[in-house]
């Protein structure tokens, strides 16, 4: 399984930007997915999942409302529609796909993309 995720970049705070996480294999609908994102020096914090079919999402509470994670099974692509970004929003951003929906345990999760990098300037 390879999961490849892009769409970061620089954006001023109050912009917005959209996460694609891209899954290789042909049975992206049968699991859950997650986004994460590290700083520098911390571990990485969940902050958005969501169920096989996407009937179901969970997100961080400081996210909630700016940010939206959907998918599409037939792309076999996961996206985070991030609005409204504030400084501390930057991060290196990470997908994984799950086992179990809405982990918020890194551990839980086996794959993971290798990171997409948003910035947030003020």
């Known amino acids: 399984v390879q999961l490849q995720a892009f769409g970061g970049g620089l954006v001023q705070a109050g912009g917005s930007l959209r996460l694609s996480c891209a899954a290789s294999?042909?049975?992206?609908?049968?699991?859950?997915m997650a986004w994460f994102r590290r700083t520098p020096g911390k571990a990485r914090d969940f902050v958005a999942a969501?169920?096989?079919?996407?009937?179901?999402?969970s997100y961080l509470g400081s996210v909630k409302g700016r940010f939206t994670i959907s998918r599409d099974n037939a792309k076999n692509t996961a996206y985070l529609q991030m609005n409204s970004l504030k400084p501390e929003d930057t991060a290196v951003y990470y997908c994984?796909?799950?086992?179990?929906?809405?982990?918020?345990?890194?551990?839980?999760?086996?794959?993971w993309g290798q990171g997409t990098l948003v910035t947030v300037s003020s």
């Open positions: 969501i169920s096989r079919f996407g009937g179901n999402t």
């Open positions: 994984a796909r799950g086992e179990t929906y809405g982990m918020k345990n890194p551990g839980s999760y086996k794959y």
């Open positions: 294999g042909s049975d992206f609908s049968s699991f859950p």
